[in-house]
């Protein structure tokens, strides 16, 4: 990545579980190399229809359109902090658990969020 083509992630701004993510997200994200896109709402241009992105998480990376565990490893390269999360994750095996935790974490997702709203 580089400096003038920051990481893009599309995000649910209605969603109180995504909000507080992507605020913490945003405060380690101290060097601005992370473009956040509420594809909530309505005057946002969206790449995919919308629904989609918001079923799972979306990030461009390099032109690249990333979805789901590969998203969230594209943010945490971004982050110094998290950056050797985002790498081990681009390991195979770790890919494959990663999108695993990441599908089970939506069946629960919509419980989360009416405990956060």
Same mark, same amino acid.
């Given at each position: ?45 969206? *790449? #995919?229809?919308?629904?989609?992105? @918001?079923?799972? =998480?979306?990030? +461009?990376?390099?032109? $690249?359109? /990333? ?16 950056? *050797? #999360?985002?790498?081990?994750?681009? @390991?195979?095996? =770790?890919?494959? +658990?990663?999108?695993? $935790?990441? /599908? ?14």
């Amino acid at each position: 990545m580089t400096e003038a083509e920051p990481l893009t992630v599309w995000h649910d701004g209605t969603c109180p579980l995504c909000q507080r993510e992507i605020a913490l997200m945003r405060r380690l994200d101290r060097a601005g190399r992370i473009r956040f896109v509420d594809a909530a709402d309505g005057d946002t241009s969206c *790449p #995919l229809d919308r629904a989609v992105l @918001l079923a799972r =998480f979306h990030a +461009l990376e390099n032109g $690249v359109m /990333l979805s789901g565990a590969a998203a969230f490893a594209a943010m945490w390269r971004a982050i110094p902090l998290l950056r *050797p #999360l985002g790498l081990l994750a681009r @390991l195979p095996l =770790f890919t494959g +658990l990663l999108e695993r $935790v990441y /599908l089970a974490f939506l069946k629960v997702r919509p419980k989360l969020q009416g405990w956060l709203a």
